[in-house]
């Protein structure tokens, strides 16, 4: 394990001159306009490394080197062009994370042709209006699912006229596969073309468009997000200065890569020579981390808590001492990362103690992540501080950071040098950070994307006449360090006139053990209430020690009992809120909320509206009869 960072709390401000210090924070100069094919071209050339990327087929970890790669970039590309796949045309990519997701993204970067990500996890209806936005003329897909899926909305799709399938095949839908894609650019890959390939890739301009990736549309359609060559290349090289990795280095790649977090982490490490291993699926990571033993992750704040609440869950399980055991260990470790975030170093009887509670608990948990891991990146959403202060006390650093899709992604981060917990770190370099009069966080640079595509007014509506792009994120800036405190439309106003952030508020709430998952509601209504989904692993067990009797997870939510117990612990967790804020009533969900029903983005972020609609009948409910 590396050494933790111990923040200096003497870090001054680099704000000099600039009146309002707390409005306001720049990341420094921003690197020179260059292009992510440039980096493409010299990771293959400096590294040359055998096991560029591993993955597992048929139950084996295979490497893929650099040599293999850049071979299968070009006739990727020389196949694309046969196809009459040109410059500025989009092509889709609908996968799992697999290397020939990368490779058919590289193989359209280099051509100056346009991708369009799209998630696996999308149902077959959803896409139709990605495909015809875009105007895809072509998608790779993964799977026989996937390529029926595709085929199954294809006479929707005008534009498009190839699909083309990585492990599928004319059986399932496609046109053609990879292996005939890659087979028809063969004969074109001689030496002097691949000279010549490699020109002009790297004569690509760094406003070249790159990718639509579409948001995830918690409030109405999607909107493809225009990227260039140069949004992604300042972030990745602003991103290596900022978190320094190596060819030494291994990242465990699960988060899928068609999300902006994934993708521009996955140029940021193959630019710099990490090995970069593909999960075979979000429910294998744990078993994956002890295989490969990373050095690095990357993930959304679910990873996090869920291996939060297993930890307590198994150390609940144990009962008697080993549970004893865990609280004094975690109550040490609190005491001990209190200091150390506070810039002192733990001696005494606290360092003694803690030393105890590494050996016997920490230690454990950081075998389960391998025993390498250097550290955790975090983004995509808030990360509660309590959860974040866990894995710190565990000798497992979080790096939490922030953006969005809109800004390629990364607006700031923490580093192992400059860290504070609650916070999203630092503006990275190139990248200026504004709180307006509202407390909307502003950012602008070379992050900040070209528009959205066909979209002209909501562009407009994004990027202000002084190139400030409007994050829709509260905020707030301390010592230069961002702090978010949540969406600006989340934002519930009381019918009395009190503003509630209801984001922290939910992820305090997460980590109590029989929380799955919760939502405020409350906008113009009387009172707060909250929706809350049972870790039903925990709350079945717990009705089991009380001789309780059900049939069914409706029965037992119906129970008056369940009820007053799921009451108490969200009043437990939810202690030390103002009156205003604290939730007067709890519903309680059966089902987990779920992208399939359209209640979750992609990126497991919840759909509000959708929740509200789904609901309403038991939200009206709540507040039938009056109240506060």
Same mark, same amino acid.
């Given at each position: 394990?590396?050494?933790?960072?111990?923040?200096?709390?003497?870090?001054?401000?680099?704000?000099?001159?600039?009146?309002?210090?707390?409005?306001? $924070?720049?990341?420094?100069?921003?690197?020179?306009?260059?292009?992510?094919?440039?980096?493409?071209?010299? $990771?293959?050339?400096?590294?040359?490394?055998?096991?560029?990327?591993?993955?597992?087929?048929?139950?084996?970890?295979?490497?893929?080197?650099?040599?293999?790669?850049?071979?299968?970039?070009?006739?990727?590309?020389?196949?694309?062009?046969?196809?009459?796949?040109?410059?500025?045309?989009?092509?889709?990519?609908?996968?799992?994370?697999?290397?020939?997701?990368?490779?058919?993204?590289?193989?359209?970067?280099?051509?100056?042709?346009?991708?369009?990500?799209?998630?696996?996890?999308?149902?077959? =209806?959803?896409?139709?209006?990605?495909?015809?936005?875009?105007?895809?003329?072509?998608?790779?897909?993964?799977?026989?699912?996937?390529?029926?899926? !595709?085929?199954?909305?294809?006479?929707?799709?005008?534009?498009?006229?190839?699909?083309?399938?990585?492990?599928?095949?004319?059986?399932?839908?496609?046109?053609?596969?990879?292996?005939?894609? =890659?087979?028809?650019?063969?004969?074109?890959?001689?030496?002097?073309?691949?000279?010549?390939?490699?020109?002009?890739?790297?004569?690509?301009?760094?406003?070249?468009?790159?990718?639509?990736? /579409?948001?995830?549309?918690?409030?109405?359609?999607?909107?493809?997000?225009?990227?260039?060559?140069?949004?992604?290349?300042?972030?990745?090289?602003?991103?290596?200065?900022?978190?320094?990795?190596?060819?030494?280095?291994?990242?465990?790649?699960?988060? &899928?890569?068609?999300?902006?977090?994934?993708?521009?982490?996955?140029?940021?490490?193959?630019?710099?020579?990490?090995?970069? $291993?593909?999960?075979?699926?979000?429910?294998?990571?744990?078993?994956?981390?002890?295989?490969?033993?990373?050095?690095?992750?990357?993930?959304?704040?679910?990873?996090?808590?869920?291996?939060?609440?297993?930890?307590?869950?198994? $150390?609940?399980?144990?009962?008697?001492?080993?549970?004893?055991?865990?609280?004094?260990?975690?109550?040490?470790?609190?005491?001990?990362?209190?200091?150390?975030?506070?810039?002192?170093? &733990?001696?005494?009887?606290?360092?003694?103690?803690?030393?105890?509670?590494?050996?016997?608990?920490?230690?454990?948990?950081?075998?389960?992540?391998?025993?390498?891991?250097?550290?955790?990146?975090?983004?995509?959403?808030?990360?509660?501080?309590?959860?974040?202060?866990?894995?710190?006390?565990?000798?497992?650093?979080?790096? =939490?950071?922030?953006?969005?899709?809109?800004?390629?992604?990364?607006?700031?981060?923490?580093?192992?040098?400059?860290?504070?917990?609650?916070?999203?770190?630092?503006?990275?370099?190139?990248?200026?950070?504004?709180?307006?009069?509202?407390?909307?966080?502003?950012?602008?640079?070379?992050?900040?994307?070209?528009?959205?595509?066909?979209?002209?007014?909501?562009?407009?509506?994004?990027?202000?006449?002084?190139?400030?792009?409007?994050?829709?994120?509260?905020?707030?800036?301390?010592?230069?360090?961002?702090?978010?405190?949540?969406?600006?439309?989340?934002?519930?106003?009381?019918?009395?006139?009190?503003?509630?952030?209801?984001?922290?508020?939910?992820?305090?709430?997460?980590?109590?053990? /029989?929380?799955?998952?919760?939502?405020?509601?409350?906008?113009?209504?009387?009172?707060?209430?909250?929706?809350?989904?049972?870790?039903?692993?925990?709350?079945?067990?717990?009705?089991?020690?009380?001789?309780?009797?059900?049939?069914?997870?409706?029965?037992?939510?119906?129970?008056?009992?369940?009820?007053?117990?799921?009451?108490?612990?969200?009043?437990?967790?939810?202690?030390?809120?103002?009156?205003?804020?604290?939730?007067?009533?709890?519903?309680?969900?059966?089902?987990?909320?779920?992208?399939?029903?359209?209640?979750?983005?992609?990126?497991?972020? !919840?759909?509000?509206?959708?929740?509200?609609?789904?609901?309403?009948?038991?939200?009206?409910?709540?507040?039938?009869?009056?109240?506060?």
């Amino acid at each position: 394990m590396s050494s933790m960072p111990t923040p200096n709390p003497a870090l001054n401000d680099t704000l000099a001159g600039i009146p309002s210090p707390t409005r306001y $924070a720049n990341g420094g100069p921003r690197p020179a306009p260059g292009t992510v094919n440039a980096l493409f071209f010299d $990771a293959i050339e400096r590294h040359a490394r055998a096991d560029a990327l591993t993955w597992k087929v048929k139950g084996v970890w295979t490497p893929v080197s650099h040599t293999t790669i850049i071979e299968r970039v070009r006739r990727t590309a020389y196949g694309l062009a046969k196809l009459g796949i040109v410059a500025h045309d989009r092509v889709s990519i609908l996968s799992e994370n697999r290397p020939e997701w990368l490779i058919a993204d590289y193989a359209c970067l280099c051509s100056s042709v346009t991708d369009v990500p799209i998630y696996p996890t999308l149902p077959a =209806e959803q896409i139709p209006y990605l495909l015809n936005d875009s105007g895809a003329k072509a998608i790779f897909v993964s799977t026989p699912d996937q390529a029926r899926k !595709v085929a199954s909305i294809r006479d929707q799709v005008p534009s498009l006229t190839h699909i083309i399938g990585f492990g599928a095949g004319k059986d399932d839908g496609c046109d053609l596969t990879m292996a005939d894609l =890659e087979a028809m650019g063969a004969p074109d890959d001689t030496p002097e073309r691949a000279a010549q390939f490699k020109r002009d890739a790297l004569a690509v301009t760094p406003d070249q468009l790159v990718t639509l990736i /579409y948001t995830s549309g918690t409030t109405g359609n999607p909107k493809g997000v225009m990227l260039t060559q140069d949004n992604l290349y300042s972030n990745v090289i602003a991103t290596k200065n900022t978190l320094p990795v190596s060819a030494s280095d291994l990242c465990l790649s699960f988060l &899928p890569l068609s999300h902006i977090f994934e993708r521009t982490g996955d140029y940021y490490l193959f630019a710099n020579g990490v090995g970069i $291993a593909y999960a075979e699926s979000i429910d294998t990571v744990p078993v994956n981390m002890s295989e490969l033993k990373p050095t690095l992750m990357m993930s959304v704040p679910r990873l996090y808590e869920k291996i939060y609440a297993r930890v307590v869950e198994n $150390a609940v399980a144990g009962g008697g001492l080993k549970k004893n055991i865990f609280f004094w260990a975690t109550r040490v470790g609190e005491r001990w990362a209190d200091l150390k975030l506070a810039g002192h170093e &733990p001696a005494g009887l606290l360092a003694l103690q803690y030393a105890v509670a590494k050996r016997l608990v920490f230690s454990k948990l950081q075998e389960r992540t391998g025993g390498r891991l250097r550290f955790f990146i975090s983004g995509g959403a808030p990360l509660s501080p309590d959860i974040a202060k866990f894995f710190y006390s565990a000798g497992l650093i979080i790096l =939490e950071g922030y953006g969005l899709t809109e800004t390629s992604p990364v607006i700031s981060c923490n580093t192992l040098d400059a860290y504070r917990l609650g916070s999203v770190g630092r503006p990275i370099a190139g990248v200026e950070v504004m709180i307006a009069s509202d407390g909307e966080i502003l950012s602008r640079g070379p992050h900040i994307m070209k528009g959205y595509f066909n979209h002209e007014e909501a562009t407009r509506e994004a990027i202000d006449d002084g190139h400030w792009f409007h994050t829709g994120d509260i905020g707030e800036l301390q010592d230069g360090f961002l702090r978010i405190t949540d969406r600006k439309k989340d934002i519930i106003v009381t019918a009395g006139g009190k503003n509630i952030a209801p984001q922290p508020i939910e992820n305090k709430l997460k980590t109590n053990k /029989y929380v799955s998952q919760a939502v405020m509601i409350g906008d113009k209504r009387k009172f707060p209430s909250v929706l809350v989904v049972p870790n039903w692993d925990q709350l079945e067990k717990w009705a089991g020690t009380q001789g309780i009797v059900w049939t069914s997870r409706a029965e037992l939510l119906a129970m008056p009992t369940i009820h007053a117990k799921m009451e108490k612990e969200v009043a437990t967790s939810l202690s030390g809120l103002a009156h205003f804020e604290m939730p007067k009533k709890v519903a309680l969900l059966e089902h987990d909320f779920s992208i399939e029903r359209g209640e979750l983005t992609p990126t497991l972020k !919840v759909k509000r509206r959708v929740i509200d609609k789904t609901y309403k009948a038991m939200i009206d409910g709540l507040y039938e009869g009056g109240g506060e």
